[in-house]
């Protein structure tokens, strides 16, 4: 008789009564799903692809379970809130994406240092392949050199399992843990199975002791002590259920995280599985080195598959050439450095370390695997379009010498033809910071733009420093009253949700001393334009910052408002007869929901149209309108 399992796919909040069962998670879903088996009872994060899921989830069953999870206002803040409640005793988890651990690396170096006294979980999502961030940095190095062990899942499975161990082994060694995961197993679905909750304690107490303060005298003390318990760990980690010994041969496969399930496809696939001994580790940082050393003995070549930076491969070398092992271990040299791996790339890697003459697909790291190329554009209705598509023309209208010094965040689509409105962006907060330095040392008019949550995020001291030394910089505020690019986490500037605070923006420059301080709609183009110009002329003569804050509500959020509430939204159409085909809004304003029809004349998809009105502002002819009187007052309360 054939047994089907079914696995279902179902809300993460309705699991939470559930102690059995499997179920379809994501892999961010399972880290949330096992830190809260392992007795999780603070949670902390910044949003940020891959990562956000861990957080929403923990979110969605907070007040089910008497768990504390909050959304702060970057990642540091974050880590140090989490911690602060492991050294009370609570388990805590912070997460975050690769980026994210540089914001958060001054408290985390030191935390190893410190110690912590609650189990404490640092999850790094990293993202090979840069899918929707500015670098692939491998965050396993910030394991070694902060003497903090690296776990890393393969699949979502493990995941679950690996975060519930990595709480109850960070807590009893008091020590923080990393757990690594790469945009595949963050974001794939797998099967878990689910344990019970135990009961989640979110209060603790703390108890003081000189290691907190980590004064030259008490940190010297803690490095002595880092390090023993550093040997401790290394030892301690062979005896992890995530690394093991499958299989034997005269070869052996080194595998970690991600690419271990590639490897195991690919010795599959040659049907040499039972042909090589393969060394699954899912603690990277420290290696254990002990079981490698037994995989070892009696090899003759070894194969080290990992995605992006070698750090098994390196440790592999050290470790083996520590006690004498001289056999040849290859890696890179056939994996390659660059980008996420795939089943070619590892079965290239295997087929050419194993001599199989495998004649396939060719492998060569690529950024991209065939996908036809999308430049990526703001949404229907999104209020910085008709923003940009203002600040665009008044340049080129001006002929004005200008730097728009960008940042992270939906804004950075601006970066696209035809707006061209982000001249550099290297990182959350950049924008101010960058555009400070550019104000100072060149004649050209600096316009830093900014999104809300990225301004609470990271943009508050560069502000100060940009106002203190007198930058004459504007310092535009694009706030659409929520994170949005990364899933529509709340922050300060979003009202009234989860019981926290609204703190406007324009509250916190007046603080500064700010005294160019002036609010906008961004569909109001004259009102932009005016203001924009306005500041222009304030920061060359006053020679300090202007601040202009774009306030209008995203529009995914405001148009599933009007949705729930029942109102009809009422797409905009063109006026045949009244359209020259100028192509100023698909063109120009390029909103997605406008295309072009016979004779150049524009067309609006009422599928893709959600009402927002702005277009109608931009066409020269007026020929473009609602399809029916409507009530706009209606539906703008939506929007603000
Ligand atoms: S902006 Fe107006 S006139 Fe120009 S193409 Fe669009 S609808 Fe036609
Ligand atoms: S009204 Fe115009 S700008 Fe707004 S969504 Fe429709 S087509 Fe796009």
Not at 86 to 97: E, Q
Not at 538 to 563: F, G, M, N, Q, S
Request: net charge positive.
């Amino acid at each position: 008789m054939k047994y089907r399992l079914r696995v279902e796919i179902v809300s993460f909040k309705s699991l939470a009564s559930l102690s059995t069962g499997k179920y379809l998670l994501l892999g961010n879903e399972a880290i949330a799903r096992g830190a809260l088996e392992g007795g999780l009872g603070f949670a902390a994060a910044y949003p940020g692809t891959p990562s956000s899921e861990i957080l929403e989830s923990l979110v969605s069953v907070r007040d089910v379970l008497g768990i504390h999870a909050e959304w702060s206002v970057n990642e540091k803040v974050a880590f140090e809130a989490a911690y602060g409640a492991s050294l009370a005793g609570v388990n805590a988890l912070t997460a975050m994406k690769h980026v994210g651990v540089n914001v958060a690396a001054d408290p985390l170096m030191s935390s190893a240092y410190t110690g912590v006294e609650g189990g404490f979980i640092v999850v790094t999502a990293d993202d090979p392949s840069m899918h929707s961030s500015q670098n692939e940095q491998d965050n396993r190095w910030y394991g070694l050199h902060a003497y903090i062990p690296v776990f890393e899942p393969f699949d979502a499975g493990e995941a679950k399992e690996m975060t519930k161990y990595a709480l109850t082994f960070s807590r009893s060694f008091k020590h923080p843990v990393i757990i690594r995961t790469t945009t595949r197993v963050s974001h794939t679905r797998g099967v878990v199975e689910l344990g019970p909750i135990p009961e989640l304690r979110s209060k603790g107490r703390f108890v003081k002791e000189d290691r907190y303060v980590v004064m030259p005298a008490n940190a010297r003390g803690n490095k002595v002590r880092l390090l023993s318990k550093w040997r401790e760990i290394s030892e301690a980690v062979n005896d992890a259920p995530f690394n093991r010994v499958e299989g034997d041969g005269r070869v052996l496969v080194v595998s970690s995280g991600n690419a271990y399930g590639y490897v195991v496809e690919a010795l599959k696939h040659f049907r040499v599985r039972d042909k090589v001994r393969l060394l699954k580790v899912g603690t990277t940082v420290p290696l254990p080195k002990r079981l490698l050393i037994r995989a070892a003995e009696g090899v003759e070549r070894i194969l080290v598959v990992e995605e992006l930076d070698p750090i098994v491969e390196e440790g592999v070398k050290a470790a083996l050439y520590d006690v004498g092992f001289r056999v040849k271990v290859r890696g890179k040299d056939l994996v390659g450095y660059e980008f996420e791996l795939n089943h070619v790339r590892v079965r290239r890697a295997i087929a050419e370390f194993l001599n199989l003459g495998y004649v396939g697909p060719q492998a060569r790291p690529q950024p991209r695997d065939g996908v036809p190329a999308r430049i990526p554009t703001l949404c229907p209705g999104c209020p910085y379009r008709p923003l940009f598509f203002e600040l665009r023309r008044l340049v080129n209208q001006e002929k004005m010498s200008y730097i728009a010094s960008g940042d992270i965040g939906c804004y950075s689509l601006s970066y696209n033809p035809p707006y061209r409105m982000q001249d550099v962006m290297i990182e959350m907060g950049s924008s101010i910071g960058v555009g400070y330095g550019l104000s100072v040392t060149t004649d050209d008019n600096v316009i830093a733009i900014i999104g809300d949550s990225t301004f609470y995020h990271a943009g508050l001291p560069p502000l100060l420093n940009a106002l203190w030394h007198g930058s004459p910089m504007v310092v535009l505020i694009l706030d659409n009253e929520v994170t949005a690019m990364t899933g529509h986490q709340p922050a300060p500037s979003t009202k009234g949700r989860d019981g926290t605070r609204y703190i406007p923006a324009e509250n916190i420059v007046a603080g500064f001393g700010i005294k160019f301080i002036e609010v906008v709609d961004p569909y109001d183009v004259k009102a932009v334009r005016e203001t924009v110009k306005k500041a222009l002329r304030y920061v060359r003569e006053a020679r300090e910052p202007a601040v202009i804050i774009a306030r209008r509500r995203c529009a995914l959020e405001a148009v599933r408002d009007v949705r729930r509430a029942g109102v009809e939204i009422v797409p905009y159409v063109v006026l045949d007869d009244k359209c020259v085909g100028c192509g100023i809004c698909y063109d120009w304003f390029l909103c997605p929901a406008i295309t072009t029809k016979e004779g150049r004349k524009a067309y609006i998809d009422p599928e893709l149209c959600v009402g927002c009105s702005a277009c109608a502002q931009v066409c020269p002819t007026k020929a473009i309108v609602p399809l029916k009187d409507y009530n706009k007052e209606e539906v703008e309360r939506f929007w603000r």
